[in-house]
Nanobody, 112 residues
Framework: QVQLVESGGGLVPAGGSLRLSCAAS?????????AAWHRQAPGKERELVAA???????NYADSVKGRFTISRDNAKNMVYLQMNSLKPEDTAVYYC?????WGQGTQVTVSS
């Protein structure tokens, strides 16, 4: 089992930036595990935002390419999501996922 704790969400104006953090612990070999950020807005399905492999290859949803960056720090068991040029449509609860486990989520709200 793995525990994931997200932080860094908040209320920001359109065009602003925010960095989300995900701290991993428990029965996981962090450096050998891929990770991902998902988000879910009210009334919508949860969608994959960004993913990163154990080798640090990355993949992004088309809607966030060029604006979001996923990264990892294996020495700290941390995964990050840097979000720039935020838009109101980015408003959602953001979740960190690893090995089928999910964090509690952190709310990101982007005002117009």
């Amino acid at each position: 089992q793995v525990q994931l704790v997200e932080s860094g969400g908040g209320l920001v104006p359109a065009g602003g930036s925010l960095r989300l953090s995900c701290a991993a612990s428990g029965t996981i070999i962090f450096r050998l595990s891929g990770a991902a950020w998902h988000r879910q807005a009210p009334g919508k399905e949860r969608e994959l935002v960004a993913a990163i492999t154990r080798g640090s290859s990355t993949n992004y949803a088309d809607s966030v390419k060029g604006r979001f960056t996923i990264s990892r720090d294996n020495a700290k068991n941390m995964v990050y999501l840097q979000m720039n040029s935020l838009k109101p449509e980015d408003t959602a609860v953001y979740y960190c996922a690893m090995n089928g486990n999910w964090g509690q989520g952190t709310q990101v709200t982007v005002s117009s």
